[in-house]
Every structure is written in C-alpha cells, then in structure tokens.
C-alpha cells in the first residue's frame, strides 16, 4: 500500500471566516475576528511593526543595540551567537552581523536531515563572511527515537525536539563561550506567528513524552528545563535580540543580494532545506488540519510580498514539499512502515494541553515574561505568542 494514499484531500479555505485582510481564517486555533473582519494577527503585527519601526528611530536602536553588544563582547572571541540553518533567513542575519561589525560565533545544529543545498549555502556563507562555524551533531538513533516518541504522543509538531536541540545549542554554546547574546532571527514581518496550539514545547512537556513513549535510552540528548533558562538568563546572563525586528527582511531583494554574494542557492521550494518538512506538513495537515504555510503567507500578504488572491489560491494547492517521495523517504528514515502510518494518522489527536507542561506556571508568571521580553532577554514576541495566539 502507498503511505500516502488517503491523504490527498485538501480542506478548502472558504470566505466566511478569513480575515478580510490577510489570509487567516478563525477556524484556526487562537485565530479571532474583529467588527472589520480583521483578525488578532493582523493586529498583532501592526503592534510589533509599531514597536519595531523599519524608519531612523528603529535604526537608531538597531545600532545602540549592536554597541551594546560589541561592548559586553570586549576581551572575548565572539560578540555574539548566531544560530544557522543554511536557509534564507539565518544566512541574510549573518551577513546583517557581520555588517554592523559584530563578531560572532555561527552554531549549527544538525539533526541528520540538512539538504545538500542547505549544507553548501552554509559553506559559502561562513566563508564569504569568514565566520567561525560550531556544530552540534545530534546522535541520530536518538534523533530519530526522539521524532517517533512525538509521533507517538500524537501531538501536531513533531520536529519538536529538534527545536530543543537548537535551543540547547545556542544556550550551551554561548554559556561556555562565555557569550552574552544570542542573535535571533525570528522575522514577525515574513513568517508571523505561529498558533500557541499548534508547536508549544517546553521541559516538562518533553520529559513526560520521553518518559512514556521513548523505547530507548538516552545518552545524548540534552533537554531545556526551566532550570535551564533560569541559569543561562540569571546566572549566565545571556540575553536575546531578535534583529530581524529591525531590519527589513521581506522581498526577492534579499534572496538576490545572497546569491551574488555567496552563490547562494534557493533550496527550490518553502522549508526545503530540511528534509523532514515534508513529513512534518504531512502529518500536521492531513491529521490536524493545520497547513504550517498559512502564517507565512498571510504575513506576506499584509506586508504586500504576495496578492491576497495569490495566497488565498495557493493554500488550496497540496505543498510541494509534500510530494510522496520526500515523504515516502522521510518514513523509510524515520523507520516507519505504511501501516504504522496509517495508524499514526488515525490515532486520536493531541495538544499540549492533554500532557503535563510548564504553561500554567509561565501564566502565572505572564507580567515577567513581558518584562523580560521587552529588555532583550527573552524574543520580543514570546509574551504576545504565549498569551496572545
Ligand atoms: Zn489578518
């Protein structure tokens, strides 16, 4: 039988619903309406675009920022870390960096699954920039184990803890550098905010998934714990600063400039770079109903990249990135057969409401959470992702 089968059918985006703005539609999780018909996403980036203005005055913070780091920085190797992937956005961060005369250490984490493409755009680009390059390989019997025990839970993002693994890189790399900021690159202005409901994680969510559904031990794997934070931020003091905010990132230009300057390559479709997103849209969309692209291109659509018409007709077409050979492939990697497939696709779905998890704690702690998003330590828009969406 063909793993992929029963999963053709796409759910149409009808009218009713979808704000008359962008593209989003209220039928997603935390997605609501206005009098207009605009809805809290449109609303949330005409804030942050308020808060993180692309005119003199957001420049001039970009630049005491980066002075700040550059002074926190004197005496050691690095200002600052910044996390890589190969793709679009991490590579332009870079270059922004690097620009503004910052120093930093690039930190890689590869999970097994970087596309040749992705792998040769970062050989370019730390070359071009001569940037010095640190990679956090993940043991792939547990990457994999790791992948499979989300499956299992059934919860909607099963790269989580890949996501982890970039957490733990950057945060472990910095604190033994001795590195003070962490550089992200995050853009609210390109890829919006994903549903709270759709990719939650956090230490106690993962270590109650690998406690019930791992099926091998773990010698390798390094989870994020509160306590993680508490003494990276705290103790550590290493902070955050989502440049992105402060820059402009959206349009062909960007893409343009990399290519003449590092022969960059396009990985040729969205989320290409890594070749477990085919898998990852797959199961999301065909067992949840979730489609990872509407964010994307509802936040392109209010930044005027793409025609709302445009975005509204490709939502109705199954991802490319989808096709049944990198799917196929990715569950031959993954280890699963087609009848586990088809089980795990029928399996009642999960959020991260149905597990134990930090989040009430973090409620309860929401007035600190702004704070400290609004002083550099923690991304800007983690209050208004975790309370808001
Ligand atoms: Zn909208």
Redesign the pocket.
Known sequence: MNPSSRDDAMTPVTEPGI?S??I?NDAVSGVFLDGNG??N??HLHDKLDRLFPLDETGHARLLKIVERIKREGRGRTYDCIVGISGGRDTCYCLYKCKELGLRPLAVHFDNGWDSEIAKTNLRNVLEGLDVDLHTVVADWEESRELTNCTIRASLPYIDMTDDVGIVSALYRTAAREGVRWIIHSHSFRSEGINPLRWNYMDGRLVRHIIRKFCRIPLRFFENVELRHFFWWVFVKRIKTFTMTNYYDDVGEEIDELLKSRFGWQDTGGWHFDNEIFGLVCRYSRVKFGIDWRLCEL?AWV?TGVMARDEALRRMTEVPAIESDEVVNYALKKQGISAEEWQEVLAAEPKYYTDYPTYYPVLKLLSPLIWLLGRLQVLPAHTYEKFFKT
């Open positions: 704000c703005r962008c989003m605009v809805c996403h449109c509802a209010r």
